[in-house]
């Protein structure tokens, strides 16, 4: 009932960036949390940034003063724009979002990812 799509993947070199961007859909009637995640090959998927509906934000330490997460709420769109990108920046982006449907019931959705390369 909700879907998430995510845009702005690709390959960059070292020190370059890249701006994400990742649109909710569907019946939606409020989204508590919206944020990105990353998986890269043989590791488990981990947390890159999060931010309420308030504008409350949390950042992973390997991304923290590079990476900055942002939202359009009246959109359902959340962004995050990545400076100074480094090779072990180099993952699949995941899209997540936290909230409430029109019917009021609770959802947790993903997006299927997009791919982001950061190699010279």
């Known amino acids: 009932q909700v879907q998430l799509v995510e845009s702005g993947g690709g390959l960059v070199q070292p020190g370059g960036s890249l701006r994400l961007s990742c649109a909710a859909s569907?019946?939606?009637?409020?989204?508590?949390?919206m944020g990105w995640y990353r998986q890269a090959p043989g590791q488990q998927r981990e947390l890159v940034a999060t931010?309420?509906?308030?504008?409350?934000?949390n950042y992973a330490d390997s991304v923290k003063g590079r990476f900055t997460i942002s939202r359009d709420n009246a959109k359902n769109t959340v962004f995050l724009q990545m400076n100074s990108l480094k090779p072990e920046d180099t993952a699949i982006y995941y899209c997540?979002?936290?909230?409430?449907?029109?019917?009021?019931?609770?959802?947790?959705?993903w997006g299927r990812g997009t791919q982001v390369t950061v190699s010279s």
């Open positions: 569907g019946s939606i009637f409020s989204i508590a949390v």
């Open positions: 997540n979002a936290k909230g409430t449907t029109v019917t009021k019931n609770r959802f947790d959705a």
């Open positions: 931010t309420t509906s308030g504008g409350d934000t």
